[in-house]
């Protein structure tokens, strides 16, 4: 199994407050991806990251931002959370095959209140 | 942007019985996964199958990337096999785009 963690793995807030998840990885791989998992939706990507310091935005990346300052770390921020932000969140890494083969973390479980 | 679409949106076997879930993209691909979501959410990798057919235990996998389709078997289904389950293929190099998935239900 890919080595991936997420913290922390639930969080309930308040609408306004900033929140940060974190994904970690012990496979020094280069892509890193946030997604989010909603009924109905599948999985939407949000941001995801080919390097350090280097990221891009997903198809859902409004009010997320991200930051990579460590290969093994990218961090997804929700600067001020709304309910519509309720979800559950997933990293993912690359693939040992290629790029495009991802693997997941655990996922996140947010709810804004 | 392409589409990706899963059917049966649900399944309901009973133990033992085979099924075969389908999911159709709209443009061509050069890869394609499929995972299971089990009941505790996490995302298991299933294949990795750009084209050809794949074998894993059970579970079998077969892509025809020219006709954009890909299916995957579950042959003597097991409870443990319920959950969903997902296809997804790349969208400009670094996107994943998934299909809404199937939700399998399998009964002792």
């Known amino acids: 199994d890919a080595g991936i963690t997420q913290s922390p793995r639930h969080k309930v807030t308040e609408t306004g407050t900033p929140v940060t998840l974190r994904c970690h990885q012990t496979e020094n791989h280069r892509y890193m991806y946030w997604y989010r998992q909603d009924p109905g939706h599948g999985l939407r990507l949000i941001h995801y990251s080919y390097g350090v310091k280097d990221t891009d935005k997903g198809e859902v990346s409004d009010g997320y931002s991200v930051s990579r300052s460590k290969t093994e770390d990218f961090l997804l921020t929700l600067e001020s959370a709304t309910s519509s932000q309720t979800s559950v969140y997933f990293c993912a890494i690359s693939g040992r095959n290629s790029y495009n083969e991802q693997f997941f973390g655990p996922g996140t479980r947010l709810t804004v209140l | ?108």
């Not at chain 2, 025809?64 to 969208?91: K, N």
């Open chain 2, 1 to 108: 942007g392409i589409q990706v679409e899963q059917s049966p949106p649900d399944l309901i076997l009973q133990e033992g019985a085979n099924s075969t879930l389908r999911c159709n993209f709209s443009d061509s691909v050069n890869n394609l996964q499929w995972f299971h979501q089990n009941p505790w959410g996490q995302l298991i990798n299933l294949f990795y199958i750009p084209s050809g057919t794949k074998q894993n235990g059970r579970l079998s996998a077969t892509t025809v990337a020219t006709e954009r389709y890909s299916l995957l078997y579950i042959s003597s289904s097991q409870t443990t096999d319920s959950g969903v389950y997902f296809c997804a293929v790349p969208y400009n190099n670094n996107d994943m785009r998934f299909g809404a998935g199937t939700r399998l239900t399998v009964k002792p």
